[in-house]
C-alpha cells in the first residue's frame, strides 16, 4: 500500500487525536527509517525518545524473539528469571541504591511516583514546575503545566501547583510542610528543550531536604544515555528520592520504571499494583538493551556527539534563529517564528524531527546515528533557516 492508502485506513478507524504527518513508516534500522514507497528519512524524532538504540539492533532482535518463545506473561505475584536479573543489573548501574516498580510507560511511572510520595510523606501537595511535561493521564496530567493540554479536562487532581523552572527563590516560597513532593526534569524536553541551570538540582534537593518533602526526578526522555551519561542527574550529582523511567529503558518496547530510594522502603504488599509491569518479555529487552549501552558506551557517544551537533547548529547564520542550547543529544533550535512550517520542510527533504512548544525544533537522534547523518541534518536545516 502507498502513503495515502495507508494514512486514510488508520485514520478511518482512529479516534482522530493525532495529527498525522502525510508519511507512513514501515521500516527502520540503525537511525534510517523508510515510508511505503521506499523513501528514507534520518529519524530525528526517536520515537518521541524511546529508540536511543535505533531501529532494530540486532542484539535487541535476538532478544525480543528468544524470549518471544519463551515466556511472554508472568503477573509480578510469581517472580520470573528476567525480571530478577533485570532488577540486579539496572541496580548496580543506578547511582543510589533503590527499590523498583515496574510500570508499563512513562505516565504510569509518574502516576506510581506521585502515589508514593503522597503516601510517604502523609502529605498531599505535589509542585512542578511550568513549561514542565510528565504525561496525559489525570496525575501527570496535574502535574503538567501547559494549559491546552490541562484545561478541556479540568478540574484535575486537586494540590497541585507550578513555580518556574531554574527558580530556586521562586520554589522556596512555595515549598510547605503541606508539600509531599517537588517533581521536576533535569532537561525540560516538551518544554523547549531547557537544561537546568548550574546549581538548580542542588538547590531543589537542598529545599526538599529542608521542608521534608520529596524529590521526584522524572527522566522518562532524559535517561539511558540520551544527555550524555546514562542517568542526567549524574551531571549534577543529586540523588532523588524517586527516579521515573521509561521511553528507551527497552529499546521502544512500552515499559516504566519507578525507583525509589532504598532508604524509603519495602513499601507495604497492595500500596500499587499493575498487570503487564514487568512482563518477561520487555524485561529480556531491557537488559538487553541495557547490555548495548555500556558495551557500545552510548552516553559518551552521545555527549560527543551531542557537542559537535550543538557546535554545528550554533554555527548557522540565519535571522530565523534565536537560540540552539540541549545536553547530549537532546538539541533544541529556537525559532523567531512558528515551528510547523520547518517540520514540513524537514519532513520533505528526509528529516523526521519534533516540535517542543510553537517555536522550538526538537532533535532526538538515535544515539547510534553516524556523524555523516548528523551532517546531513546539518546541512538540512541550514536550507530550511535560510
Same mark, same amino acid.
Given at each position: 500500500m502507498q502513503n495515502a492508502a495507508l494514512i486514510a485506513l488508520e485514520q478511518q478507524y482512529e479516534v482522530g487525536t493525532y495529527a498525522k504527518r502525510p508519511v507512513a513508516l514501515v521500516r527502520g534500522e540503525g537511525a534510517r527509517l523508510?515510508?511505503?514507497?521506499?523513501?528514507?528519512?534520518?529519524?530525528?524524532?526517536?520515537?518521541?525518545?524511546?529508540?536511543?538504540?535505533?531501529?532494530?539492533?540486532?542484539?535487541?532482535?535476538?532478544?525480543?524473539?528468544?524470549?518471544?518463545?519463551?515466556?511472554?506473561?508472568?503477573?509480578?505475584?510469581f517472580p520470573n528469571d528476567q525480571r530478577a536479573a533485570y532488577l540486579a543489573e539496572v541496580a548496580q548501574v543506578l547511582p543510589f541504591p533503590a527499590r523498583f516498580f515496574f510500570t508499563n510507560s512513562g505516565?504510569?511511572?509518574?502516576?506510581?511516583? /506521585?502515589?508514593?510520595?503522597?503516601?510517604?510523606?502523609?502529605?498531599?501537595?505535589?509542585?512542578?514546575?511550568?513549561?514542565?511535561?510528565?504525561?496525559?493521564?489525570?496525575?501527570? /496530567?496535574?502535574?503538567?503545566w501547559e494549559p491546552k493540554y490541562r484545561e478541556p479536562f479540568e478540574p484535575l487532581?486537586?494540590?497541585?501547583?507550578?513555580?518556574?523552572?531554574?527558580?530556586?527563590?521562586?520554589?522556596?516560597?512555595?515549598?510547605?510542610?503541606?508539600?509531599?513532593?517537588?517533581?521536576? *526534569?533535569?532537561?525540560?524536553? *516538551?518544554?523547549?528543550?531547557?537544561?537546568?541551570?548550574?546549581?538548580?538540582?542542588?538547590?531543589?534537593?537542598?529545599?526538599?531536604d529542608e521542608r521534608g518533602a520529596?524529590? /521526584?526526578?522524572?527522566e522518562i526522555q532524559?535517561?539511558?544515555?540520551?544527555?550524555?551519561?546514562?542517568?542526567?542527574l549524574e551531571h549534577s550529582g543529586v540523588v532523588p528520592d524517586i527516579l521515573l523511567l521509561a521511553k528507551s529503558i527497552a529499546a521502544g518496547l512500552p515499559m516504566g520504571l519507578i525507583a525509589l530510594h532504598a532508604k524509603h522502603g519495602p513499601l507495604q504488599p497492595g500500596t500499587h499494583g499493575t498487570t503487564f509491569g514487568g512482563n518477561p518479555l520487555v524485561c529480556a529487552v531491557a537488559r538487553a538493551a541495557l547490555k548495548v549501552q555500556i558495551e557500545e558506551d552510548l552516553p559518551r557517544q552521545a555527549?560527543?556527539?551531542?557537542?559537535?551537533?550543538?557546535?554545528?547548529?550554533?554555527?548557522?547564520?540565519?535571522?530565523?534563529?534565536?537560540?540552539?542550547?540541549?545536553?547530549?543529544l537532546l538539541v533544541g533550535l529556537e525559532l523567531k517564528g512558528r515551528v510547523q512550517p520547518f517540520l514540513?520542510?524537514?519532513?520533505?527533504?528526509?528529516?523526521?524531527?519534533?516540535?517542543?512548544?510553537?517555536n522550538v525544533l526538537r532533535f532526538l537522534p538515535p544515539l547510534v546515528i553516524s556523524y555523516e547523518d548528523l551532517q546531513t541534518v546539518v546541512t538540512t536545516i541550514e536550507e530550511v533557516v535560510r
Open positions: 523508510w515510508d511505503a514507497e521506499g523513501k528514507s528519512y534520518i529519524d530525528c524524532v526517536g520515537g518521541q525518545g524511546s529508540a536511543n538504540l535505533g531501529h532494530c539492533h540486532p542484539t535487541i532482535v535476538a532478544a525480543l524473539q528468544a524470549q518471544a518463545a519463551n515466556l511472554l506473561s508472568c503477573p509480578e505475584i505516565a504510569e511511572a509518574v502516576e506510581g511516583g /506521585l502515589k508514593f510520595a503522597r503516601l510517604l510523606t502523609g502529605r498531599k501537595g505535589i509542585i512542578a514546575t511550568k513549561r514542565g511535561f510528565h504525561g496525559r493521564t489525570f496525575g501527570a /496530567l496535574s502535574a503538567t487532581v486537586p494540590c497541585f501547583s507550578h513555580v518556574a523552572y531554574n527558580n530556586l527563590s521562586a520554589l522556596a516560597e512555595a515549598v510547605t510542610e503541606e508539600t509531599a513532593a517537588v517533581l521536576v *526534569e533535569p532537561v525540560q524536553g *516538551e518544554g523547549g528543550v531547557r537544561p537546568a541551570d548550574l546549581g538548580y538540582l542542588e538547590g531543589v534537593r537542598r529545599i526538599c520529596l524529590l /521526584l526526578l522524572d532524559t535517561g539511558f544515555g540520551r544527555t550524555g551519561k546514562l542517568f542526567a555527549s560527543e556527539k551531542g557537542e559537535w551537533f550543538l557546535a554545528k547548529l550554533r554555527a548557522i547564520t540565519s535571522p530565523q534563529i534565536r537560540e540552539v542550547r540541549g545536553l547530549g514540513t520542510s524537514l519532513l520533505e527533504r528526509g528529516v523526521l524531527a519534533l516540535p517542543a512548544g510553537a
